[in-house]
């Protein structure tokens, strides 16, 4: 077999612009099913650490010598001066803007700050998550997409972080295409994807259900493969999805047969959608039976089934007298065991799990970081 070669920067690039500008790197419709499901948000609150930033601008305002308003008025006089804006006061400001139009003096702030220290080594201090963080808060994409975007601030945004977070935002309003401008840009800045990344990817890929976009998701796939970047099963799932709805059976197999552990709802019903779109209904006859049996253990989640997904099951076997009764057998005993859900494959797909612990009682727990030794509240700045 021959050996693997990662795709260049470049054909990944050309791949993803060649959707949102036909005719530029590639050809066809922008999409040619159209946007599916519901919009949903994908990251978690340790991740988006809204609540953690939010505490941190009533701890910082409170512990201001004077007013908001005095601080800002001074660090406008800086600005007309072209005095130094220090480290301290970047992050001070982040935290005591309140509206879109603080937003206008923040940005002017950031501007000069990255302006001025641009060739210096900021160690860990990453002002480009808590930026997107405070525009998460006031519900302005906009500006957050700006700054990200802007050449001038080319390494202002160094971490995957803030692009994950930002790309959420758009997700979350449904602009699909927006969002993957976003993560486009983040490959041109050559910022290393995270794990939260491929999963933000794949779900734009998905939602936005065109051959290009699916083209687009197969490509950053192998890419991070051939890195010998370990995909999350919620990443995977994604890509099935996108396979079976753009009726590339063989590959949604293929994607499905590399998750590790294929136990969850959402692995289970695109299990079962694999078998109908492959018309291999003996088997998934099979897979059903053994869902209803009652000998496994009541401490052993038994496997559930999307309403939608059955009723897709039925829709295939209706003309096949056997297959239907059996199938009708089988699905009273799902919803005799509860074993039958009204949440559609997209609403599972888009299901965002709660936090196994929570960050806040971590925090409570501990005031210094064990990755570097600083307070938390540094810490948080740093990521």
Same mark, same amino acid.
């Given at each position: 077999?021959?050996?693997?070669?990662r795709?260049p &920067?470049?054909v990944? %690039?050309?791949?993803?612009?060649?959707?949102?500008?036909?005719?530029?790197g590639?050809s066809?419709?922008?999409?040619?099913?159209?946007?599916v499901?519901?919009?949903r948000?994908?990251l978690?609150d340790?991740?988006v650490?809204l609540?953690?930033f939010?505490?941190? =601008?009533?701890?910082?305002a409170?512990?201001?010598?004077?007013?908001?308003?005095?601080?800002?008025?001074?660090?406008?006089?800086k600005l007309?001066q072209?005095?130094?804006?220090?480290?301290?006061e970047?992050?001070?400001?982040?935290?005591l803007?309140?509206s879109?139009?603080d937003?206008e003096?923040?940005?002017?702030v950031?501007y000069?700050y990255h302006a001025?220290?641009r060739n210096?080594t900021l160690?860990e201090?990453?002002f480009?998550?808590l930026f997107?963080r405070?525009c998460?808060e006031?519900?302005?994409?906009?500006s957050a997409a700006e @700054?990200i975007?802007?050449? *001038?601030l *080319?390494g202002?945004?160094s971490?995957?972080?803030?692009?994950n977070?930002l790309?959420d935002m @758009?997700f979350? &309003?449904?602009?699909?295409k927006?969002a993957l401008?976003? @993560?486009?840009?983040?490959?041109?800045?050559?910022?290393k994807?995270? =794990?939260?990344?491929?999963?933000l990817?794949f779900?734009?890929?998905?939602k936005?259900?065109?051959?290009e976009?699916?083209?687009i998701c197969t490509?950053?796939?192998?890419e991070?493969l051939?890195?010998g970047?370990?995909l999350s099963?919620?990443?995977?799932?994604?890509?099935?999805?996108?396979?079976?709805?753009?009726?590339?059976?063989e &590959?949604?197999?293929?994607?499905f047969?590399?998750?590790?552990k294929?136990e969850?709802i959402i692995?289970t019903n695109l299990n079962?959608?694999?078998?109908?779109?492959?018309?291999?209904?003996k088997?998934?006859?099979?897979?059903?039976?053994?869902a209803?049996?009652?000998?496994v253990?009541?401490?052993v989640?038994?496997h559930?089934?999307s309403?939608e997904? @059955?009723a897709?099951?039925?829709?295939?076997?209706?003309?096949v007298?056997?297959l239907?009764?059996?199938?009708?057998?089988?699905y009273?005993k %799902?919803?005799?065991n509860?074993?039958?859900?009204?949440y559609?494959l997209?609403?599972l797909?888009c299901h965002?799990?709660?936090?196994?612990?929570?960050?806040m009682? %971590?925090l409570n727990?501990r005031t210094v970081?064990?990755?570097?030794?600083?307070p938390?509240?540094?810490?948080?700045?740093?990521?």
């Amino acid at each position: 077999m021959a050996a693997a070669r990662r795709p260049p &920067k470049q054909v990944v %690039l050309r791949a993803l612009r060649s959707w949102l500008y036909p005719g530029v790197g590639g050809s066809g419709s922008p999409c040619s099913r159209g946007p599916v499901g519901a919009k949903r948000y994908l990251l978690t609150d340790s991740i988006v650490k809204l609540k953690e930033f939010q505490h941190k =601008k009533v701890a910082i305002a409170h512990s201001l010598p004077g007013t908001k308003e005095t601080y800002l008025r001074k660090l406008e006089e800086k600005l007309t001066q072209n005095k130094l804006i220090l480290k301290e006061e970047l992050r001070t400001v982040l935290h005591l803007c309140e509206s879109r139009d603080d937003v206008e003096l923040i940005k002017n702030v950031i501007y000069r700050y990255h302006a001025e220290n641009r060739n210096i080594t900021l160690g860990e201090y990453k002002f480009g998550p808590l930026f997107v963080r405070l525009c998460y808060e006031l519900d302005d994409e906009e500006s957050a997409a700006e @700054l990200i975007k802007d050449q *001038r601030l *080319r390494g202002f945004f160094s971490d995957s972080t803030s692009f994950n977070i930002l790309m959420d935002m @758009l997700f979350i &309003k449904g602009k699909y295409k927006s969002a993957l401008e976003v @993560l486009i840009e983040m490959k041109n800045q050559d910022v290393k994807f995270s =794990k939260d990344t491929y999963v933000l990817a794949f779900a734009i890929c998905y939602k936005l259900n065109s051959p290009e976009s699916f083209k687009i998701c197969t490509t950053l796939r192998e890419e991070a493969l051939i890195k010998g970047e370990v995909l999350s099963t919620r990443a995977s799932c994604f890509a099935v999805a996108l396979a079976l709805n753009q009726n590339q059976v063989e &590959k949604a197999i293929s994607i499905f047969s590399q998750i590790m552990k294929p136990e969850s709802i959402i692995c289970t019903n695109l299990n079962i959608m694999i078998h109908i779109q492959s018309n291999t209904f003996k088997a998934l006859m099979e897979i059903l039976k053994d869902a209803t049996e009652g000998n496994v253990s009541r401490f052993v989640k038994k496997h559930e089934f999307s309403e939608e997904v @059955l009723a897709k099951v039925r829709e295939k076997v209706k003309d096949v007298p056997a297959l239907l009764a059996r199938f009708d057998e089988l699905y009273e005993k %799902l919803h005799i065991n509860g074993q039958v859900t009204t949440y559609t494959l997209d609403a599972l797909l888009c299901h965002t799990p709660k936090d196994q612990k929570s960050h806040m009682i %971590l925090l409570n727990k501990r005031t210094v970081s064990r990755r570097n030794f600083q307070p938390l509240s540094q810490s948080l700045w740093a990521e």
